[in-house]
């Protein structure tokens, strides 16, 4: 058991409390008439559920076979195997003494003599505890083994009395720690993902299709999906287990107990019960489920009623309640509203879960008078048993039963909590194939016409409810749409009594007192002096020195003109950073400001004089800059550390053999060049330390997700941190941290000749493969160790590669990949991550069948935060993004075009009652718009592109030049197109519309001749004229 450890602080407490109960036991229920308590472990796999072995896993979080644990007044022995020993040697320390846990002692097993001088060192500390005559033991717990035996052998002959202690520290364990509700409430969510991905689509693919299957077969198949990471998720495998085999029932035979086994009936299409729970790290978890298929009326009524009688029992169920108490509300709302039911209520109707599927002395029934507590768990599981449908024929569809049971969690003063949130209405659990008895009567008609095989054709899609992948969707969506509207007007409510802080401009002040101002002789020169202490700028204003910070100046120029330097200094003013997203505002915004202030110098130098005038300016400008520079660097430093949140101290854990991994890369890089270094896990963080000597501290509970990106189809493999808060390193701050190293060579030489049979490429493809599955290993058992050394508190997600699309969230074209929590790229940088739970909404823009991509647009909840978008995502992405989406309950909304979503969310946040009075997210809807025809005249306005508005606008006069000299072309070809199309309309035939086009072709030959003709003329006048010149 090398490198297991154990929870020290938990065993310590829940150690303490079974003393503390030990202690105060009244002996009504054992614990306070014996003098020791004793519990022995063997091996046994036919046992599932025992009291030694959960006693054992509550403490240690493992089960210890072949153990012997004595728990005296005074000290704690255990007998057990050297391994076993080595791993209990981490609780048997002096610091567990000082937390109220008695002194714990270590026996060996010895197997030369049976372990004969041990067992009496153990028979003489019981009889050292107390009196030493009676010994608390768990009686129903009787391992076999020779080990066992002899162990029992010892007692007997010792002669002790014997009292069982199962139900007093079943009390004890049944309040469950927060750390136990988060491992159950684990198990709850893979129960349902059970049921929902397997059961329920197996049973509606059976149904649909009309298929045979067997009871004991779907039982199979749901153990079998444990091992299905689709179904799953990314729960880990190894920490699974059925609580029972899963129970399926139909056909008229019923059972509502858990102690029964599916049988081999084939499944019946009427009344369908399933029970099935899951194990999360020996958690257990259950639920119950009725479907239907074809109720009737009284079947629904009946099952309505059953729904609302698990309300009452779950407001009943609160802390402080006797448990028998709930058990007598039930049997009363069940007199009152349906007494010919009474009869045929289960006989109790729930009990205490957690490491143990069931305990029998903590049942809600009339005999347990022990009070429920908050903080336990409840199976509450009700029925009504032997029921009759009068419509049913045989006794398949005659007899029927209700069934149906819940996770819940006991509360203060409020109805019991649901762990496993799963919808049961009828609407949810019923399949319906028949619509009325006249539809069917329609159907019968035409089967003498047509053949067998027609018949089952028109029978399938007339009863079957063939329901489009699409209008599922869109169904849920609507579901969404109404959801996501109320969760906004109520966080909108939340957030009104929040008053909105106004971001106001720091004031610096340069001088307290005129003492403060610095004595030199610039100053009393009139000319400007700089006093870099305060980082204060003196001006001489109307012969007055007077100080502005460096902090109102915005900029400053120097310009040299003839024999004059000019210096113009420009200040911060109301007003100045116009057409900016600064929202910084003044203190005092209507008071007078100086805008600018220019200072002229000469460039001359006066006879007796050692500089220019103008050297004053020059060595001001000089100055100004670099107290300018130092400021601005400081103020960017400070705005990096605004809003960070101090983190607790990391607890450095002195042990060795902490979880570690080396020759690790960090993104972003502590230097300009990257380094390496090791990540280790200690007790409540990330300690990353560089080969430099840098120190990065990541704590978990900063953790939002953890993401494990293994190295399959990827050059890396990297741990990815997506922090709640960010840290501050190398200057600036970090969200996003991941630790990675590089797997092959991301670059090849192309000039190298490469042969398929190269020995030195087989043998590198070859270390490559080896190093990948070395990497992927050594990261996995990283992982491993620090979900156990952060007691749950970490769990690591991978992303699901078959649900990834490609996308550009920033320049580059990468794989986005969903998680149960978010979609994310950490392969490149910079990364993109979104937290599911943040989304309100996904808008597709460009959708389009002639548009190869569309963008995707994330709206997160908070409305002051921008919205991420992700471009260019194949359209034929576009149904399997909706169906995740879907699946995530998200609701998504599409158009063709793009929005301005900068425009969209101010006006949200300005006015967010009024957006939401007015239907608030429908209008991206396109199926909530109006008249169709004022939607197509708005998209074709929309769709008219800019550049041909402002060109509309801006004609220049070469174009109406161009424009008036084709006119006559233009008129033209118009005035032959109307005489066509009246030639057309009156009838014309072939013939005479020739004669037509032959009298125009002779028309414009002579208007050609006539051109001619004027043009020679032209020349003949312009030759003579300029013969006549030359003569004179």
Known sequence: MAGISVDKDAFCRRMTSLYQAWKNGDGGNGLGKADALVTAVGVDEETVYAKSTALQTWLFGYELTDTVMVLCENNIYFLASKKKVEFLKQVASEKENQEGVPAITLFIRDKSDGNKANFAKLIEAIKDSKEGKTIGVFRKDNFPGDFMDGWRKALADSEFEKVDISSAVAKVMAVKEEKEIDLIKKACQTT???????????????????????????????EASLE????????????????????????????????????????????????????????????VRTMFVDPSDEQQSNYNFLLTLEEEILKTLVDGTKLSSVYATAVD???????????????????????????GSLVLNTKTDLKASKGMVFNINIGFSNLTRKEGKGDQEKKYALFIGDTVLVNENQPATVLTQMKKKIKHVGIFLKEDDDEEEEIEQPDQLLGRGMRKAVLESKLRTDISTEDKRKSHQKELATQMNNEAKERLAQAKSDKTKVKAKKSNISYKN???????????????AIDKKYETVILPVFTIPTPYHISTIKNISQSVEGDYTYLRINFHHPG????????????????????????????????????????????????????????????????????????????????????????????????????????????????????????????YNNIQHAIFQPCDNEMVILLHFHLKNAILFANKRHVDIQFYTEVGEITTDLLKHHNIHDRDDIRSEQHERELRHKLKSAFKNFIEKVENLSKGEMEFESPFRDLGFFGVPHRSTVLLQPTSSCLLCVIEWPTFVITLEDVELVHFERVSFHIKNFDMVFIFKDYSRKVATVNSVPMNLLDQVKDWLNSCDIK??????????????????????GFFENGGWTFLDPESSGDEDDSDEEGEDSYMPTDVEDNSEETTDSEFDEESAESEFEESDESGEEELSSGEESGKDWDELEKIAAHDDKQKREQDEEEQTLSRKRKQKSQGGSSKKRKR
């Open 333 to 359: 709302y069940v007199k009152k509203n349906k007494p010919e039911l009474l009869k045929n209520l289960t006989k109790n109707i729930g009990f205490v879960m957690g490491i143990e599927f069931r305990e």
């Open 576 to 699: 100045s950073s116009v057409g900016r997203l600064d929202t910084v505002t003044f203190p005092n915004p209507d008071a007078i400001f100086v805008k600018e202030v220019t200072y002229r110098s000469s460039n001359t130098k006066a006879p007796g004089e050692s500089s220019a005038p103008a050297a004053n300016l020059n060595t001001a400008f000089r100055l100004i800059k670099d107290v300018q520079k130092k400021f601005k660097t400081r103020e960017a430093e400070m705005r990096e550390k605004e809003g960070i949140v101090k983190q607790d101290t990391l607890m450095i854990n002195p042990n060795r053999g902490n979880p570690k991994l080396k020759d690790l890369y960090i993104r972003p890089n502590i230097t300009h060049k990257r380094i390496q270094g090791t990540l280790e896990a200690h007790t409540n963080g990330f300690r990353y330390t560089s080969v430099r000597g840098d120190k990065v501290d990541i704590l």
């Open 892 to 913: 998504y909304t599409e158009g063709v075009q793009s929005l301005n979503w900068t425009k969209i969310m101010r006006t949200i946040i300005d006015d967010p009652e």
């Open 228 to 287: 299905n990471k689709k179904i799953v998720g990314n729960v880990d495998s190894n920490f699974l287990d059925m609580c029972y085999p899963p129970i399926i029932q139909s056909g008229g035979i019923y059972n509502l107990k858990f102690s029964v086994v599916s049988d081999q009936n084939k499944l019946h299409f009427g009344t369908i019960i399933c029970a099935l729970g899951v194990r999360y790290k020996s958690y257990c978890s259950n639920v």
């Open 514 to 528: 005129v003492a403060q101002m610095p004595k030199d002789p610039d100053i009393h020169a009139l000319r400007i």
């Open 192 to 222: 349902c993902d059970v049921f929902n991905k397997q059961f329920k689509e197996e049973l509606m693919e059976v149904v649909d299709a009309d298929k045979k299957i067997r009871h004991n077969k779907m039982a199979e198949n749901i």
